[in-house]
């Protein structure tokens, strides 16, 4: 079955500092998509940055970027330059690209950032 | 950018009364979920609809739970006899085939 894995359930940062957040995943498909979503106090999920399993570099968007490990099975979140509006809930999901008409997402429990000045 | 929308952000309702939770998915996306958060606890997939049916459901995703795409834009969740434990915040997504996976903003329900 597939199952994301998120062993930091809380982090704190100095602010201007890089961060990383660790996630493992665990799928027999060949095929799949890793997500980074950012949960604000507020509640939505805000979507970072994705990577396809195929993909050959790992994925950047802006002060995130995604250090895509695919024989360790890993998919850390760093986060550069950290600022005050960084502090928020942070999951990592996981939505296999098989056919079919489902491709839901699997969600890790989350990681709490803090970010401090 | 294509959003989707959810309404309302927040409801109230009595144990035992019937809710519905309306979403408008991007409009060329072909696949909607509902997903449900406890607070404090990670998201939790409810179903998934594709070409007008359920696709997948959870085991969350009892008879209580029913979805429509009544309109072609509408995607509703509806949740026929409030428990306590259905009190959660609630997320409608729509995606394209490979990509473009977006959450709407939820929906907080607060049963009482």
């Known amino acids: 079955a597939q199952k994301i894995t998120q062993t930091q359930p809380g982090m704190f940062v100095q602010e201007k500092e890089a961060v990383t957040l660790d996630c493992t995943y665990d799928t027999s498909d060949p095929s799949y998509g890793l997500f980074w979503y950012k949960q604000p106090s507020s509640g939505e999920m805000i979507f970072l940055i994705y990577q396809g399993s195929y993909d050959q570099q790992n994925a950047t968007e802006g002060r995130y970027s995604l250090n895509f490990q695919k024989a360790r099975k890993s998919a850390n979140l760093v986060i550069s330059a950290s600022q005050l509006g960084d502090s928020a809930m942070y999951f990592c999901a996981m939505r296999e690209l098989r056919g079919g008409a489902t491709n839901k997402l699997i969600f890790g429990t989350g990681t709490l950032l803090a970010v401090q000045p | 950018e294509p959003e989707v929308t959810q309404t309302p952000s927040h409801q109230v309702t009595q144990m035992g009364q019937e809710v519905i939770l309306r979403c408008v998915p991007i409009?060329?996306?072909?696949?909607f979920y509902w997903y449900r958060q406890i607070l404090g606890q990670k998201v939790e997939f409810l179903v998934s609809?594709?070409?007008?049916?359920?696709?997948?459901k959870s085991e969350i995703f009892d008879d209580q739970f029913s979805v429509e795409r009544p309109d072609g834009s509408n995607f509703t969740l509806k949740i026929r006899s409030t428990k306590l434990e259905d009190s959660a915040m609630y997320f409608c997504?729509?995606?394209?085939?490979?990509?473009?996976?977006?959450f709407g903003s939820g929906t907080r329900l607060t049963v009482v």
């Open positions: 609809f594709y070409n007008n049916e359920i696709s997948e």
């Open positions: 997504a729509s995606a394209a085939a490979l990509y473009g996976y977006t």
């Open positions: 409009s060329n996306h072909l696949y």
